[in-house]
């Protein structure tokens, strides 16, 4: 504590002693001396659209809690992890972080956000899924509201299967191969219009549709906290992949581009009717239909994932985002966003028994996870595109969660792109994503050793 | 004959290098329907300034400028008195060790910024500046160039005109601002452009600075924002008047003090 | 000498207080954190955390980056591309800055200065610009290169969407933003040698390419060698286009060690390892960079 006092004073009198020029700036950003008005901080990825919904709903917070002020801030998602940490490091961290459950164990390990009082535990716990909310808990202890959540289907152009006298979407792994050589046109040796669409450069959109592939074939990336990638049905998902793109050649990889917005050359295709089929995710629902308006957006629609030889049926990959408290706010800051999250999430908040939460996520698309705010949006969940997602909830199955969960993604991505592009036999590439999982998974869990993560496998 | 040759490759050079900024300029009058045109529309049909609405209104433009002109003012600022004291002082004072701390200031030009990232950043936190402009001035108010670039100018500046005001009785302090200074205005002018262009387009450290805390946002990081903003291709005309409104002040900065500039690199670039 | 011994004394006070400001800052905010990045190269350090919970491990990190792992592949990759790049940036960036040069020097028609600021201009605006504004020229279908490239029949290319082109393609662009400023000291250089050298050499019957290689280069040879450092080092530290445009992909084929670091020591908190391949690029840069002056000397002898 004195070290620390120290150091800002001699901060202070090097700032002062340097030169007295940034005194202005200095004090223009003091924080406010304490009183009974709490002031705390919302980060989150989402776009200006979205966040003018959280601000009315923040602002009808604070009508009825005139002592609390919410401040939202936004940053890209490409951003949003790094901030979340780099504010840890220092003073200036939000106070509620909307967060992908995939990092939640090690911003637990680090000590980043602060353990759910009883109260929010209890309701999680009761108005919940149980995978939803387990993904929201490391160890036993509840540790963010779980909000959105996302899985993947096949979306296919009803358009183009038309086009290529093909009736009904693929249900087999053997349709799919053949729908998109159907699919596929050529000009000379380049692809124009691609079967089947991969995605790269972009981790999640990467390893999201294999895992979904590899559990519609009955395998899984991880079992029981160990990577699984050496099992048969891994096998044959990594030969699909090269299959697809050296086999059959229904894939151009440099069509699957993303950039870090999750946007670029993969969706432009989509959207131009270049690409026939790709496995995505239900948010992005949005960004086609702004890319391709409303008539063109009508002929999208979703399939099952189509399922693999050594598969019991079709099984997406789902995940959750939650919002997690600061643990270094103070506890007059936590107290309040912990209420305001119970609120935001919370029945009475939103329309006709659903959460203010499920308003602004169904102005994107995205699902909502609270059951009540499910039942609640039926009605609205019917549309075409949406059904063949929800229908897909039941089956769906969670992305592990493990400690080193995003560095595991980051290296299979890797391995997975080198087969897209050339670079490595479907085999060598399974040889070393195993390798690595191992040696990543291994050394996350020695650095958590006593602390236990949570590991929610399958 | 010759002169038509070369007046061709002249032509053709100053098309090619200007060709993206035009194409910058263009793209940011353009409808969503010609952004997403496929081939590309090289002309506007109707141009339209919606899309600089559209972009001031998404990432509060008139605050990230002010954003940036404080950073850049600030720090061009402090860059420029911490340079002209230890310029000076380099130039001409006498003391041991002057070489050696000389040759060391000068290192550290060469030095990436990305090997002191983290633990600066770590700093930042510790000293409790982090998410402010402040934290993003700080570090950076004291610059090797400009010290290494003061000093070769003052270095220039008789012996006679400063021991003659030393004579009159003018403080050292007062020696420095009022009677070196103005004798190399020229090195002055560039390091100001130099620096203030540097640090206004500086993307790195704010990033790391700042965030999250999307108030204090230069322009060049709400740049970075509009992208999330913008998914599909129709939209490129938003992010063409965004990249043109941050590229716009640096530009015109340069064209007013750009013989300054050249003169000044020229100088360094060879007497170094 | 007393009076200068006196002079020097009344100083004494005045040396400390000019350089207190300067010195003090650049050695707290560059000299501190080049020793901490070296002392937490040889710890376990998550990031997040106060710097006195690191762990000492001895060379374990240094290790880790050069044994077989996906660490240590991934930064070698990481490490490759960064001096492919700055090496790619460089071998183009010195011609066309020379030939910019010289034409702007020594072509007696108007308009060079127009190209001159344009070619400066291009320094000047935010790389950031520079990328989104690249990314757009690169769209495969919407984007214009592809569109001219099809005009003479060349097919068209995946620019940065393959593992063969990508780190390509981000050189292009930066030798566009680049070659501006190393034309000005080519045009700087050429201006400092004295008309009489040329006379000279046209007496004895030089003109064209040799007067170029024998009179011209040699002359250059500061501002050239000057140019080769000052290209690296600012190749090392691209990261704009690199965090916006590519994320380090395809298969880590933009992965340059500027963005590497910071997704490993901030964004996986992984600080020790991450301040490992900070103290090792400091390492490589002073072997490249010493290793261009001793080639310069070697040039010099022959």
Redesign the interface.
């Given at each position: 504590m004195t070290k620390?006092r120290r150091?800002?004073a001699l901060?202070a009198g090097?700032?002062v002693?340097?030169?007295a020029?940034?005194g202005g700036?200095?004090s223009a950003?003091t924080p406010p001396a304490g009183g009974e008005n709490v002031k705390i901080s919302f980060?989150t990825?989402w776009?200006?659209d979205t966040v003018a919904l959280l601000q009315s709903a923040v602002d009808a917070y604070h009508q009825d809690h005139p002592n609390v002020t919410v401040e939202i801030?936004?940053?890209?998602?490409?951003?949003l992890?790094?901030?979340v940490?780099?504010?840890?490091?220092?003073?200036?961290a939000?106070t509620i972080a909307g967060i992908y459950d995939l990092w939640l164990p090690?911003l637990v390990r680090?000590?980043?956000v602060a353990p759910a009082p009883d109260a929010v535990s209890q309701d999680v716990g009761s108005n919940w899924g149980a995978s939803t909310a387990s993904a929201a808990t490391v160890a036993g202890t509840v540790y963010g509201v779980p909000n959105e959540i996302d899985l993947y289907a096949l979306n296919y152009n009803k358009k183009l299967f038309a086009d290529a006298g093909i009736t009904a979407p693929p249900a087999t792994w053997d349709e799919l191969l053949a729908d998109a050589q159907k699919l596929t046109k050529r000009d000379?040796d380049?692809i124009s219009q691609q079967g089947f669409g991969l995605i790269?450069?972009?981790a999640a959109g990467v390893v999201h549709p294999f895992a979904s592939l590899l559990a519609s074939n009955g395998g899984s990336l991880i079992t029981d906290g160990k990577p699984t990638l050496d099992s048969k049905q891994a096998t044959e998902t990594f030969a699909l992949y090269e299959n697809l793109v050296k086999g059959v050649k229904v894939t151009d990889?440099?069509?699957?581009?993303?950039?870090?917005?999750?946007?670029g050359?993969f969706?432009?295709?989509f959207?131009?009717g270049?690409t026939a089929m790709i496995i995505m995710a239900n948010w992005w629902e949005s960004?086609l239909k702004?890319?391709m308006g409303d008539q063109a957006f009508a002929d999208i629609a979703t399939a099952p994932i189509p399922v693999g030889p050594s598969g019991d049926g079709p099984h997406s990959i789902s995940y959750s985002w939650m919002t997690v408290v600061s643990a270094k706010a103070s506890a007059a800051e936590q107290a309040a966003a912990w209420d305001f999250l119970s609120w935001l999430n919370g029945p009475t908040s939103g329309k006709s028994g659903a959460s203010a939460m499920a308003d602004i996520l169904q102005s994107m698309g995205i699902l909502p996870s609270r059951t009540s705010d499910i039942a609640a949006y039926t009605d609205r969940l019917n549309r075409p595109f949406m059904e063949g997602y929800v229908a897909q909830l039941a089956n769906a199955k969670p992305f592990p969660i493990v400690v080193g969960g995003?560095?595991f993604t980051e290296?299979l991505q890797?391995q997975i792109?080198?087969i897209?592009?050339g670079?490595a036999s479907a085999a060598d590439a399974q040889k070393t994503a195993q390798a690595?999982a191992e040696?990543?998974l291994a050394k996350a869990g020695g650095?958590t050793a006593g602390t236990t993560a949570g590991t929610s496998g399958g | 004959m010759q002169r038509v040759g070369l007046a061709t490759v002249l032509v053709v050079a100053c098309v090619a290098v200007a060709f993206p900024l035009v194409w910058m300029m263009l793209g940011s009058l353009k409808t969503p329907a010609e952004s997403l045109h496929t081939p590309p529309v090289w002309w506007p049909a109707h141009p339209s300034a919606e899309a600089y609405r559209t972009v001031a209104r998404v990432v509060s433009v008139g605050r990230s400028f002010r954003n940036s002109a404080i950073i850049a003012g600030v720090t061009t600022l402090g860059i420029l008195v911490t340079s002209l004291m230890a310029g000076y002082v380099f130039a001409k004072y006498r003391f041991r060790g002057r070489n050696a701390l000389f040759a060391a200031v000068v290192a550290t030009m060469f030095l990436p910024p990305i090997v002191t990232l983290i633990p600066l950043y770590r700093m930042i936190g510790w000293l409790g500046v982090d998410g402010r402009l402040i934290g993003v001035i700080l570090p950076n108010l004291a610059n090797a160039f400009g010290i290494f670039l003061m000093r070769q100018f003052i270095k220039g500046v008789p012996d006679e005109l400063i021991d003659a005001a030393r004579l009159d009785g003018a403080s050292e302090l007062r020696i420095v601002f009022r009677v070196v200074a103005p004798t190399v205005m020229p090195a002055i002018a560039a390091l100001t452009l130099f620096a203030f262009v540097y640090h206004w387009n500086s993307y790195l450290w704010p990033l790391t600075v700042l965030q999250g805390n999307t108030d204090q946002y230069p322009i060049v990081l709400s740049l970075g924002r509009l992208l999330s903003y913008t998914r599909s291709a129709q939209n490129t005309n938003q992010v063409m008047a965004g990249a043109a409104l941050a590229v716009l002040p640096p530009l015109v900065l340069f064209v007013v003090l750009q013989r300054f500039f050249v003169r000044t690199l020229a100088r360094t670039g060879l007497t170094g | 000498m007393p009076s200068r011994q006196a002079r020097l004394d009344r100083h004494r006070g005045w040396t400390a207080a000019f350089l207190l400001p300067s010195v003090g800052l650049l050695a707290v905010f560059v000299v501190v954190p080049i020793g901490l990045t070296i002392w937490l190269s040889l710890h376990t350090w998550s990031t997040q955390t106060p710097f006195s919970s690191a762990v000492y491990r001895g060379l374990g990190n240094f290790r880790e980056l050069l044994a077989d792992g996906p660490v240590g592949r991934d930064f070698r990759q990481a490490l490759r591309n960064t001096f492919v790049y700055a090496g790619l940036s460089i071998a183009a960036i010195l011609p066309l800055s020379l030939a910019f040069g010289l034409f702007i020097h020594r072509v007696a028609i108007r308009g060079t200065g127009v190209l001159r600021a344009l070619l400066f201009s291009t320094y000047m605006v935010p790389t950031i610009a520079v990328a989104i504004v690249w990314s757009k020229l690169y769209s495969p279908s919407e984007g214009p290169f592809n569109q001219i490239l099809g005009w003479v029949g060349v097919s068209r290319q995946p620019w940065l969407s393959s593992p063969d082109t990508a780190l390509r393609s981000l050189v292009l662009l930066n030798v566009w933003q680049q070659v501006g400023y190393f034309t000005v000291l080519v045009v700087a250089g050429l201006t400092q040698i004295p008309d009489s050298v040329y006379e000279a050499a046209a007496l004895d019957g030089a003109r064209g390419p040799r007067l170029l290689a024998r009179i011209t280069l040699p002359l250059l040879r500061r501002t050239l060698l000057f140019n080769v450092v000052i290209a690296l080092i600012n190749a090392i530290q691209v990261f704009e286009p690199v965090a916006a445009l590519t994320q380090g992909g395809p298969v880590g084929s933009t992965n340059v060690l500027t963005y590497h670091i910071r997704r490993v020591g901030i964004e996986r908190s992984q600080g020790g390892l991450g301040s490992a391949m900070a103290v090792t690029l400091l390492l490589s840069l002073v072997v490249v960079v010493s290793l261009v002056f001793a080639v310069n000397r070697r040039g010099y002898e022959a």
């Open positions: 620390i150091g800002r901060a090097f700032l002693a340097g030169l020029l940034s700036v200095a950003t980060l990825h776009g200006p801030k936004a940053v890209p998602f490409g951003d992890l790094t901030t940490r780099a504010q840890a490091g220092g003073s200036a939000p090690e680090d000590g980043v000379g380049t790269n450069s972009w990889p440099t069509m699957g581009t993303a950039d870090a917005n999750t946007a050359p969706l432009d295709n959207v131009s270049k960004a702004s890319g995003q560095e290296a890797k792109e080198s897209e592009f670079q690595d040696s990543i650095a | - | -």
